[in-house]
């Protein structure tokens, strides 16, 4: 097998920069029509055929020889003799990642509060986990048992009272870390089930597949495009797209680690992104000889290649303060500042999803075990999005209380702005509670 590398060289002093980087950051997670139609229908199907529907479509797309809905049902004790059937040490580092990453998300638990105004009226808000949350975990050869504990451990932190999760089994194929690291979260319920049925099915509920109020987890097109057309019906986490890491680096890093943290990302598929960016040329050139050395090494070279090639970049600015900058404008899924002092540049990083300090930090560490959630926002979104976490499972409804007089007195405010408003109605309830004033 031969492969090489011909990654982008941009310069940020260049004029025409700025065009090129967003050339580069492009990417549109478009379903086209048939995958769309497609998807319709089969949501369609499992909406009025329910069981039936989910076991023909597993027979047709998954290869799975199921005859009814309860050869893709797994229980409590098949998980548990998942756990038996993965190694020692497959087992300890499950476990050992999945209490980091448990410890790390009970500070994000919000709890209810109340205050109390000078008149006795009470305000708060009150804090409850969602009922049921669906787990969507991809199957087969791409197994991330990794992704079921960053899921579903929120979920149980955040005092979800039951985890569903969907999980395919091409050709029968079952990934024993998935159903143990599944054992190890606490999920409840497992169907081994996938694509855009799954999906429908976690949304609308049928005989046997509980109806959830929130779909998280990562997918292919159609699930993709099955989850975009179920939000509303629930909730979903995000839309994903791609897997990216921008390395910031000051020039001082083993060129091989960085070339392999590239890697590290390019090696989830074709459309993944790795960028490095760096005032240092001659660290470029030693960053690009480390990725043309390294590359023949890699089991998944073929992929790598094809991501550094098509969606790759080494870019040159002027100084740290302009990478900073740079690092902003493309608000990346993933950002390492693998520099001499991090702590300083912190403050100024306004949009990643994840930050990873220093030159001993990669970002596989976060991947699987240093504790913060690993599902982030990509393709910019970090603009305006968060990672996975506790938040996502809980909801938070607001409290008002309002004794006597308060309710006079903002009967008056309410009074004002509601007939501001033209509604009369709005306006009279508020004003029969205003003291003295019974009616009008």
């Given at each position: 097998m031969t492969v090489s590398t011909a990654i982008a060289r941009l310069n940020a002093a260049d004029q025409d920069f700025a065009r090129h980087l967003d050339h580069l950051l492009s990417w549109e997670s478009v379903s086209d029509d048939a995958v769309n139609q497609r998807v319709l229908d089969i949501i369609k199907a499992v909406r009025e055929?329910?069981?039936?529907?989910?076991?023909?479509?597993?027979?047709?797309?998954?290869?799975?020889?199921?005859?009814?809905?309860?050869?893709?049902?797994?229980d409590r004790a098949r998980l548990e003799l998942a756990l038996t059937r993965i190694t020692p040490v497959q087992r300890e580092a499950l476990e050992k990642a999945a209490n980091r990453v448990r410890i790390y998300h009970e500070r994000q638990k919000q709890d209810s509060w109340q205050y109390t105004e000078a008149d006795g009226t009470v305000l708060g808000q009150k804090?409850?986990?969602?009922?049921?949350?669906?787990?969507?975990?991809?199957?087969?050869?791409?197994?991330?048992?990794?992704?079921?504990?960053?899921?579903?451990?929120?979920a149980k932190v955040a005092g979800v009272a039951?985890?569903?999760?969907?999980?395919?089994?091409?050709?029968?194929?079952?990934?024993?870390?998935?159903?143990?690291?599944?054992?190890?979260?606490?999920v409840d319920r497992v169907f081994t089930l996938g694509g855009a049925q799954a999906v429908a099915a976690l949304a609308y509920g049928t005989e046997s597949?509980?109806?959830?109020?929130?779909?998280?987890?990562?997918?292919?097109?159609?699930?993709?495009?099955?989850?975009?057309?179920?939000?509303?019906?629930?909730?979903?986490?995000?839309?994903?797209?791609?897997?990216?890491?921008?390395?910031?680096?000051?020039?001082?890093?083993?060129?091989?680690?960085?070339?392999?943290?590239?890697?590290?990302?390019?090696?989830?598929?074709?459309?993944?992104?790795?960028?490095?960016v760096s005032p240092d040329a001659e660290f470029l050139d030693r960053v690009a000889a480390s990725i043309d050395k390294l590359l023949p090494t890699m089991e998944r070279a073929e992929i790598i290649e094809k991501s550094i090639n098509g969606r790759g970049?080494?870019?040159?600015?002027?100084?740290?303060?302009?990478?900073?900058e740079v690092a902003n404008r493309i608000a990346p899924e993933h950002l390492e500042l693998s520099v001499a002092?991090?702590?300083?540049?912190?403050?100024?990083?306004?949009?990643?999803?994840?930050?990873?300090?220093?030159?001993?930090?990669?970002e596989a560490l976060g991947d699987y075990c240093?504790?913060?959630?690993?599902?982030?926002?990509?393709?910019?979104?970090?603009?305006?999005?968060?990672?996975?976490?506790?938040?996502?499972?809980?909801?938070?409804?607001?409290?008002?209380?309002?004794?006597?007089?308060?309710?006079?007195?903002?009967?008056?405010?309410?009074s004002v702005l509601a007939r501001g408003e033209s509604l009369t109605a709005h306006a009279r309830s508020a004003e029969y509670r205003i003291l003295n004033e019974k009616g009008n």
């Open positions: 055929r329910g069981d039936a529907a989910l076991v023909e479509f597993t027979q047709r797309f998954d290869g799975v020889d199921a005859t009814s809905i309860n050869d893709l049902i797994l804090v409850t986990p969602l009922d049921r949350a669906g787990l969507y975990v991809p199957g087969g050869k791409a197994s991330y048992p990794s992704s079921v504990l960053m899921n579903a451990i929120p039951e985890v569903v999760m969907v999980v395919p089994t091409p050709r029968g194929e079952v990934n024993e870390l998935v159903l143990a690291a599944a054992c190890i979260a606490g597949v509980p109806q959830v109020d929130k779909i998280v987890g990562p997918g292919n097109i159609y699930v993709a495009t099955a989850k975009r057309h179920v939000f509303g019906q629930v909730g979903i986490d995000m839309i994903a797209g791609p897997s990216e890491i921008l390395v910031v680096c000051d020039g001082q890093t083993d060129p091989d680690w960085i070339a392999m943290d590239l890697f590290s990302q390019a090696e989830h598929d074709e459309d993944a992104q790795a960028i490095l970049a080494l870019i040159q600015v002027r100084d740290m303060q302009q990478a900073i002092d991090p702590q300083a540049w912190l403050p100024q990083i306004r949009h990643a999803g994840a930050i990873f300090m220093g030159r001993h930090t990669s240093a504790g913060p959630n690993h599902v982030l926002p990509t393709s910019g979104t970090a603009r305006f999005s968060s990672p996975l976490g506790v938040y996502d499972f809980q909801k938070r409804s607001s409290i008002i209380f309002c004794s006597e007089q308060g309710a006079s007195e903002l009967g008056h405010t309410a």
